[in-house]
């Protein structure tokens, strides 16, 4: 089983960044493939960025494409997601989670991810 635990939200203005953090328990990290969604108000969750394993390969959703960028560092079991460029339509919960495999294939369904964080709320302001 993994815990994971998002921090690093909060309030920013529209052109602003962020770094979120994702801390994840246990010592299988680098087992997991990785991934970032988001919820915002009155929507459904979808699918933010994804990291494979070792890191080598990623995954972003078009709408956050060049702006965001995910990462993970094995070695700290954590995994990030820096966010520029930051819109006022990012806004939302942000939740970070986590698979052993890919269901179907996919690194963009949520059936992929078993593990889920609490979330972590971000705010652009405009």
């Known amino acids: 089983q993994v815990k994971l635990v998002e921090s690093g939200g909060g309030l920013v203005q529209a052109g602003g960044s962020l770094r979120l953090s994702c801390a994840a328990s246990?010592?299988?990290?680098?087992?997991?493939?990785m991934g970032w969604f988001r919820q915002a108000p009155g929507k459904e969750r979808e699918f933010v960025t994804a990291?494979?394993?070792?890191?080598?390969?990623?995954y972003y959703a078009d709408s956050v494409k060049g702006r965001f960028t995910i990462s993970r560092d094995n070695a700290k079991n954590t995994l990030y997601l820096q966010m520029n460029s930051l819109k006022p339509e990012d806004t939302a919960v942000y939740y970070c989670a986590a698979g052993l495999t890919l269901y179907g294939g996919s690194w963009y369904s949520e059936r992929t991810y078993t593990y889920w964080g609490q979330g972590t709320q971000v705010t652009v302001s405009s």
């Open positions: 990291i494979s394993w070792s890191g080598d390969n990623t």
């Open positions: 246990g010592r299988t990290f680098s087992s997991y493939a």
